[in-house]
């Protein structure tokens, strides 16, 4: 199915969007943002989350004023309005909070544009890093405008992973550990953006993962050739109340099908 013309312009929307969110998020880069924890184990967020969403609600509020709105900084889980539109940006204005505050360049932003629970346009932006990741359903997906695509591998063995030393605990796996060279990277949409750019092989979470954190780049994975899922083997799906997903598992179709064996114990 090609990309559709909505698609595309809302894509050309989120690119000038993210261009923006990362020029705000340089100057608190390079100076002294504010800190402060959410509390109930949410974590910390930062004057720079806030600038950055209120920026981008503005701006895409303006452009597609019909549209529902789903941020990781907008009450998420308490603004329900979302439910009820077609089509929802779904925004996380600074994946890899802790990384922003540590002054570590791996921190995103994260844009999507859901349509019935499903991804059609996303940008996955670091803008220290100077990467933009894109992908419209049905068009592909690029890295800095050049076409990028998953590796293919048999199978786990020797493969790169991105994933927390704790999923790789032996009780998540009844089917066995896979032999896999772990590394990590401390925004999640940059982890599964890095899977589809094919610099690595696979990633994981067993976590629930939230809708703002893994939307866009669930997305350019997709588009690039890997297959993507919840822990559970199950299509992701979005803008839901819950706004979340049962953690993420993210590789060529060969080695998501012996992963999966390991997860669930049941074979490939």
């Known amino acids: 199915m090609p990309a559709r013309d909505g698609d595309l312009a809302d894509l050309h929307l989120l690119t000038e969007a993210a261009a923006a969110a990362g020029a705000i998020a340089r100057r608190y880069f390079d100076g002294e943002a504010k800190v402060w924890d959410k509390g109930d184990g949410q974590g910390p967020v930062t004057e720079a989350d806030l600038a950055v969403n209120e920026h981008l609600h503005r701006m895409l509020g303006r452009a597609r004023p019909g549209y529902g709105w789903l941020s990781e900084e907008s009450n998420p889980l308490g603004n329900l309005a979302r439910l009820s539109h077609e089509r929802c940006f779904v925004i996380d204005p600074i994946d890899g909070t802790r990384a922003f505050i540590d002054r570590q360049p791996g921190f995103a ?30 068009g592909g997906a690029t890295l800095n405008g050049k076409p990028i695509a998953a590796t293919q591998p048999a199978g786990p063995q020797g493969a790169t992973m991105l994933v927390a030393r704790p999923a790789l605990d032996p009780v998540h796996w009844p089917g066995g550990v896979p032999p896999v060279k772990r590394e990590f990277r401390p925004s999640l949409a940059w982890r599964l953006s890095l899977v589809g750019e094919g610099r690595f092989d696979s990633m994981l979470t067993i976590r629930d993962s939230w809708d703002w954190d893994i939307a866009g780049a669930a997305l350019i994975a997709t588009e690039a050739g890997a297959r993507v899922t919840d822990r559970h083997g199950h299509p992701l799906r979005f803008n839901r109340a819950e706004a979340r997903n049962p953690g993420v598992v993210a590789a060529g179709p060969a080695p998501h099908a012996a992963l999966m064996a390991g997860l669930t114990g049941k074979a490939a």
């Open 109 to 138: 932003h994260a844009l999507a544009v859901t349509e019935r629970g499903r991804p059609v346009a996303a940008v996955v932006h670091l803008p220290m890093l100077d990467l933009t990741y894109a992908a419209v359903l049905g």
